[in-house]
C-alpha cells in the first residue's frame, strides 16, 4: 500500500496547494487551536491530493475518517479535516515536534513579527528502524538547495535493495530534501522539504523530518539559527478550552495502524494530566474508548458529578 501511494504521487497533478497553518496563541489557560471542517470529496479526489490540499498529514486524515475509501471517496463524501488540536504540554517556544502526532509546532518568539501566533505542519518521520530522536536540540544551520550527503548505513540499505547511492546527491528534483533544510544539533538529522509529498504524515523516513515543499518553505523563512526544537512523543494529550477539559489520542505504535494494547500508559498520562484537579470527574470509558481508536480528534472528557468518585484503578475493571 506504501509504494503504491508514493509512485501514484509522482503521476498526481495537486491543485490549489495549502497555505501555512497559523493561529492566534490560545488564552492564558487554554489549550486549543483550530476546528474540525467537514468538505466533500470530489470524483478525482483520494486522501492524499486532499492531505496536500488541506495541509494535513494522510495518516490522520485516514485515521478521522476510517470508513472512508482513501482511493476512491467518492463524490459527494462527507471528509472530516482534523484541524483542532491540543497544544503540547512542552514550553511554548520555538518548535516543538510530537512523533506520535506526526505535528509540528512553531512558536514564534515575541520580539518576532508573528509573535501571538502558532504555527503547524503535518510532517514525515522516521519509520520503524529508523526512529526519530526525542529530545532538545536547537537549529544550527539552514541551507535552500542543499545537497544530500547519504550515510554509510542508507547506502548499506539501498545497496542491499540494489538500488546503490552516490556519496552525494546534488541539489534539484531527485533529491529527497527538496529545496530547504533545517539542520539540527543531533548529528545526521534535519528537517526538510521533499521530492515525495505523498509521504508527509506518515512514518516513511530513515529519521529525518519531512515537510510539504511549501510548508518547509513557510518554516525556513520564519525560524533562525539557534531556534530551540524540542521532539516528544506523546500519544495522549490533554489540555483546556473555555474550563472544559480535552483529551486527543493518536495510535502508540511506530506504524500508525495498531491501536493500544495496553492502557497503563494512557491512563499514566491522564492521571498525570489531572494531577491539579484530582476530584474532578472523568469520563473513563469514553477516554478509553478515544485511547483504542486514536483517530486525533480533541473531544472532552469531564463526566457527570456521579462518575467522580470513580479512580483510574476502578475504571480498568
Not at 509546532?105 to 526519530?132: C, H, L, Q, S
Not at 540499505?157 to 533545517?182: F, I, M, R, S
Not at 545526521?188 to 504524515?201: D, E, Q, R, S, V
Request: negative net charge; contains cysteine.
Amino acid at each position: 500500500m506504501l509504494m503504491r501511494l508514493l509512485l501514484s504521487a509522482a503521476l498526481l497533478l495537486v491543485v490549489g496547494l495549502a497555505q501555512a497553518e497559523v493561529y492566534d496563541m490560545p488564552d492564558e489557560g487554554d489549550d486549543l487551536i483550530g476546528k474540525i471542517e467537514h468538505i466533500e470529496a470530489k470524483e478525482e479526489d483520494t486522501f492524499v491530493a486532499l492531505a496536500r490540499r488541506h495541509n494535513v498529514g494522510y495518516v490522520e486524515l485516514q485515521l478521522a475518517n476510517p470508513e472512508v475509501d482513501a482511493w476512491l471517496p467518492g463524490e459527494g463524501t462527507d471528509i472530516l479535516l482534523p484541524k483542532q488540536y491540543i497544544l503540547p504540554q512542552e514550553s511554548r517556544e520555538g518548535i516543538v515536534i510530537n512523533i506520535a502526532e506526526m505535528r509540528l509546532y512553531y512558536f514564534p518568539p515575541e520580539n518576532d513579527a508573528n509573535a501571538g501566533k502558532v504555527f503547524t505542519f503535518p510532517m514525515g518521520i522516521g519509520r520503524e528502524g529508523w526512529d526519530t530522536p526525542l529530545g532538545t536540540t536547537t537549529i544550527t544551520r539552514k541551507k535552500q538547495n542543499p545537497n544530500w550527503y547519504p550515510p554509510q548505513s542508507i547506502r548499506k540499505e539501498h545497496a542491499e535493495a540494489g538500488d546503490p547511492l552516490p556519496t552525494v546527491v546534488k541539489a534539484g528534483p531527485d533529491n529527497p530534501l527538496g529545496q530547504h533544510a533545517l539542520y539540527l544539533g543531533f548529528p545526521a538529522y534535519l528537517m526538510h522539504g521533499t521530492n515525495k509529498p505523498a509521504g508527509i504524515g506518515m512514518r516513511v523516513s530513515h529519521g529525518c523530518l519531512r515537510l510539504f515543499p511549501e510548508d518547509i518553505e513557510a518554516l525556513f523563512s520564519m525560524v533562525k539559527v539557534g531556534t530551540k526544537v524540542t521532539i516528544i512523543d506523546e500519544p495522549y494529550k490533554f489540555g483546556w478550552q473555555d474550563g472544559k477539559f480535552y483529551m486527543e489520542a493518536h495510535p502508540p505504535d511506530a506504524n500508525g495502524e495498531t491501536r493500544v494494547e495496553t492502557y497503563t500508559p494512557f491512563v499514566t498520562a491522564l492521571v498525570q494530566a489531572t494531577k491539579a484537579h484530582e476530584k474532578m470527574p472523568i469520563d473513563w470509558e469514553k477516554a478509553q474508548a478515544m485511547a483504542r481508536s486514536g483517530d486525533g480528534i480533541p473531544r472532552i472528557i469531564e463526566a457527570p458529578g456521579a462518575s467522580a468518585e470513580r479512580t483510574p484503578t476502578q475504571a480498568m475493571r
